[in-house]
């Protein structure tokens, strides 16, 4: 079933891509009970198994339906591209309860039994503690699920924002939220997603906030319903190769041109990605892969902008061609 969303003049003006932890945190715990998610997550799921076995994750599962509705209020679109953890956390312990009451008394009615159990029916008797129970939750999830690898997820988020504003730039939004997922279409200002619901919102200057998502995958999530604010999670691009080691899938070939070391970061470069997220991925010091960086910039191999505070690096065409094994053009 289609919903619509119908964009005016200044709703093109106010759309923005965004990164949100919370979300991640949410999706990460959602994947643990979705088997047709861990395809690509299955190194993550290995590693973390016995922790997240020590995790009371049950509250945040009772509010994920397999179809129907999570809180709206759980999961708000960050204010800026690029808010902490510690920011969004402030934001949900600060919801109005009542508030927070309502929504969550809709995403229990979604799962058989879940507004007779006896936690149900505590937090909607006590929304305050609703509110600080769920966000203990998510911060604990967060701690042990998410924070260890949140510079390597950052980085791939990043880079698909990067990678799409550039899209948006050469296509427009008409041309770009088709291509962000199949289930999306374009005409004449309108946006169609086909979805379980059917919502018709007209935006109203507000915008539309486009968030990626690692966990999502290969859902595409919208919020429509107000007074949340309009948002579409989309699987972000490059999580084929999230998990895997770089320094070990580095060609023999490359590693004698470049050393070892540069060799894993040239590799490791499939999505553009900053100093500190490489040197998490490869276990090495940040210094080190600032020198292999330069070294590979000043060989014509990278190139590097700035992304907001931080600078991302990616492979040029030659560097590309020597990561791939490929001879460079022109090379006999």
Do not use: K, N
Not at 31 to 49: C, E, F, Q, S
Not at 151 to 168: C, G, K, T, V, Y
């Amino acid at each position: 079933m289609p919903s619509h969303l119908h964009f005016d003049e200044d709703d093109f003006l106010r759309c923005r891509f965004v990164v949100s932890p919370v979300w991640e945190t949410q999706e990460a715990v959602r994947t643990l009970r979705r088997p047709d998610r861990h395809g690509y997550h299955a190194p993550w799921l290995r590693r973390i198994r016995a922790v997240a076995d020590g995790l009371d994750l049950t509250p945040l599962w009772l509010l994920m339906p397999r179809r129907g509705h999570t809180p709206d209020w759980l999961v708000p679109p960050p204010s800026g591209p690029a808010a902490s953890i510690e920011e969004e956390l402030a934001v949900l312990r600060a919801v109005d309860p009542e508030t927070a009451r309502a929504d969550t008394a809709r995403s229990l009615a979604d799962t058989p039994g879940a507004l007779e159990s006896a936690t149900g029916r505590a937090w909607l008797a006590d929304p305050a503690r609703l509110v600080r129970e769920l966000t203990d939750a998510l911060e604990a999830a967060w701690q042990v699920l998410v924070a260890p690898d949140w510079p390597r997820l950052r980085a791939l988020l990043e880079a698909d924002i990067a990678f799409h504003s550039r899209r948006l730039a050469e296509v427009g939004l008409g041309g770009l939220l088709p291509e962000i997922h199949r289930r999306c279409g374009w005409r004449s200002g309108t946006l169609t997603v086909q979805s379980a619901g059917v919502h018709e919102r007209r935006l109203g200057g507000q915008g539309l906030v486009l968030m990626p998502s690692v966990f999502t995958w290969p859902d595409l999530i919208s919020s429509f319903d107000p007074p949340a604010h309009p948002t579409l999670v989309y699987p972000a691009r490059g999580i084929g190769g999230l998990w895997t080691d770089p320094a070990a899938t580095a060609p023999d070939a490359l590693v004698r041109l470049l050393g070892r070391g540069r060799a894993a970061v040239l590799t490791a470069l499939t999505d553009p990605a900053t100093t500190t997220a490489l040197a998490h991925r490869l276990g090495l010091a940040p210094s080190s892969v600032s020198a292999h960086l330069t070294a590979l910039r000043d060989a014509g191999l990278l190139t590097s902008r700035r992304y907001g505070h931080q600078v991302l690096y990616e492979r040029t065409p030659l560097g590309i061609a020597l990561a791939s094994g490929a001879a460079a053009p022109g090379d006999d």
